[in-house]
């Protein structure tokens, strides 16, 4: 299967626990995207990174969530803390456009997601 | 602030019929647009996708509108099929994809 993996499908944890995802994207994709997914919404952004480098994080990542993508390739979204209100689905996405900036025709190819539940 | 919005929760149509799915945006700078397809416990995955500079795109069964001046797309499926039952999402390009909320369609046989 060549495209883009997410670890784990599914995972409860109690409130005030970390927790930490794993996207590995398609493997000459060097764009790579967090969103998080709540019902009845559709996917809001989190970050993506160019290669290693972290290029934009929105205001809805707070301190409590950290991502990394150290070698390029693989990427983790870290939760410290977790509170209820971070109940999501949490999905990554790949791509690889031409440039820096997003081409306007940019596809992104996205992983099955993890559900995250906080209780 | 939602920047795109689908304003219908939920749409079912019959097998054969034609099924539309509209959305709404706010900002004039968007210049390309997006529908993604996503099916349960599977993420989005992308059906087709329109430039500012054009009013219509079609691929098979699937037809998007953009009407600029109003801001507002549409999705075109003839005929729908019971495989395309799904919650579909528009989405704009700025710097990121912004989506909106999503539309569940129900196609009956």
């Known amino acids: 299967d060549t495209g883009v993996s997410q670890d784990p499908r599914h995972k409860i944890t109690k409130r005030g626990q970390n927790v930490t995802f794993r996207c590995d994207p398609i493997s000459e994709h060097n764009r790579l995207y967090w969103y998080r997914q709540t019902l009845g919404q559709g996917p809001e952004f989190l970050t993506y990174?160019?290669?290693?480098?972290?290029?934009?994080k929105s205001r809805l990542l707070s301190d409590r969530f950290s991502a990394e993508r150290p070698k390029g390739s693989f990427s983790t979204l870290e939760i410290q803390r977790t509170e209820q209100g971070d109940s999501a689905m949490y999905l990554c996405?790949?791509?690889?456009?031409?440039?820096?900036?997003?081409?306007?025709?940019?596809?992104?190819?996205f992983g099955s997601g993890t559900q995250l539940s906080v209780l | 602030d939602q920047q795109v919005k689908q304003n219908s929760p939920s749409l079912s149509v019959q097998e054969g019929r034609i099924s539309i799915l509209n959305c709404d945006y706010t900002n004039s700078m968007f210049d390309y647009f997006l529908w993604y397809k996503k099916y349960p416990a599977e993420g989005p995955t992308f059906l087709i996708s329109?430039?500012?500079?054009?009013d219509k795109n079609e691929d098979g069964r699937f037809t998007v509108f953009l009407n600029k001046s109003a801001k507002h797309l549409s999705l075109h499926i003839v005929p729908s099929q019971p495989g395309d039952s799904a919650v579909y999402f528009c989405a704009a390009i700025t710097g990121k994809l912004i989506f909106g909320q999503g539309t569940t369609l129900q196609v009956k046989p």
């Open positions: 990174f160019q290669n290693e480098a972290q290029l934009e």
């Open positions: 329109i430039s500012s500079i054009k």
């Open positions: 996405a790949s791509s690889t456009p031409p440039g820096r900036q997003i081409a306007t025709n940019e596809k992104l190819f």
